[in-house]
């Protein structure tokens, strides 16, 4: 039985004259065009608890990792129509097509086989499978916003795609054609309702793992999130925004523990036009005492995804919401709560809750 909206006790509602951002890998893409789209409108439940979910915290600004990219946004429409359903209404939304998916008619990997999910752009069976969105009670400056998503691999300074000369899968058509992208990078300009703009600085970067017998992927997510070092310290032929920005996405990649390279996520982290406002909750503690995360080196406190299986990599930090060092934080965390409480409900089974990954959030002052 799904609670009623508003049923819940505020425990994270937004605070007067703040904005509150989230970010959730919703992993609501199906296995093929139009599914996810139909679960929506079926009302299926995890769709719904989804919408629950984001309309019980309320964010102002939400971007989405894990929805269906279709002709029209519609799966994004539908979505935000549930949302509204449940009493929190995101009246704007914007998504550019997406890396994942789109077919490049070439073996990616070098096993032989050009037709797998992994011989694209980016990760998908079909186009846009489990891409970005935004939904936002502001409006989009489309002229001031940006797909960065075409950035070839090969162009990103210091780049470890294996494709260059002498790499693992060294081609020149895979070179010229692969680009660093599995999903997007994004600058998205939101006009505030003072007229003032806020850029989200967005990307969902692939798996340090899977894709084959080389280290492709592994390199592949670390320079997705090194594309933001080079972006914010001017080193691309595009220049970051002039306005306050908020870098938020997933990078796939825990600072500490998990199969990545962690020390470029630990780098964006510490970088000075950034902050870390540290989101955490008590459920993510409680959970990291369980065989598979307790001998993990980072907080356990901060973890946004729980993946109890073994062997696997346990729970990590791997969503994040990083404010502009300029912009004031009013406070922070992430929806992981305690079990046998009333929020917990929300999440439903434990062993199937809408997505293992949970929602994170940050408010900030009106800039």
């Not at 058509?173 to 309702?193: E, F, K, N, V, Y």
């Not at 340090?208 to 310290?233: Q, V």
């Not at 970051?240 to 500490?256: T, Y």
């Not at 459920?283 to 065989?291: F, K, W």
């Amino acid at each position: 039985m799904l609670l009623a909206a508003g049923t819940l006790p505020a425990t994270a509602q937004p605070q007067d004259h703040a904005l509150r951002l989230m970010f959730w890998r919703i992993d609501m893409g199906a296995t093929g065009p139009g599914l996810a789209l139909r679960d929506i409108l079926a009302g299926q439940t995890r769709p719904t608890r989804t919408a629950q979910i984001i309309a019980h915290l309320a964010p102002d600004i939400l971007v989405l990792s894990g929805l269906d990219h279709d002709h029209g946004g519609a799966a994004r429409l539908a979505l935000a129509a549930l949302i509204a359903q449940h009493g929190h209404h995101l009246p704007h939304g914007f998504a550019y097509n997406s890396n994942a998916g789109l077919r490049t008619g070439l073996d990616m990997t070098g096993d032989g086989d050009d037709s797998s999910g992994d011989d694209t752009q980016g990760y998908g069976l079909f186009p846009g499978q489990k891409s970005l969105a935004v939904l936002a009670r502001f409006a989009v400056d489309e002229a001031q916003s940006r797909d960065l998503s075409g950035v070839l691999w090969r162009d990103l300074p210091d780049s470890l795609s294996p494709y260059r000369p002498g790499g693992a899968l060294a081609d020149p058509l895979r070179d010229g054609l692969q680009r660093l992208s599995s999903t997007g990078h994004w600058d998205i300009a939101l006009i505030l309702p003072d007229g003032a703009r806020l850029h989200l600085l967005i990307w969902q970067a692939g798996p340090p793992i899977f894709g084959g017998d080389s280290p492709r992927n592994l390199h592949r997510n670390h320079d997705e999130t090194a594309f933001w070092l080079h972006f914010l310290d001017a080193r691309l032929p595009m220049p970051p925004p002039d306005a306050p920005f908020v870098l938020i996405g997933g990078s796939n990649l825990d600072p500490h523990d998990g199969d990545g390279m962690g020390q470029v996520m630990q780098g964006l982290l510490d970088h000075p036009a950034l902050q870390d406002p540290n989101p955490a909750s008590m459920g993510a503690e409680l959970a990291a005492e369980a065989d598979h995360s307790r001998n993990h080196r980072g907080p356990h406190r901060l973890d946004t995804v729980h993946w109890p299986q073994i062997p696997g990599p346990g729970n990590l930090r791997v969503s994040y919401i990083l404010p502009a060092r300029e912009l004031k934080v009013l406070d922070a965390g992430v929806f992981w709560p305690l079990p046998d409480t009333p929020e917990a409900a929300l999440l439903g089974d434990p062993d199937d809750p809408p997505s293992r990954h949970r929602p994170v959030w940050v408010d900030i002052a009106y800039p």
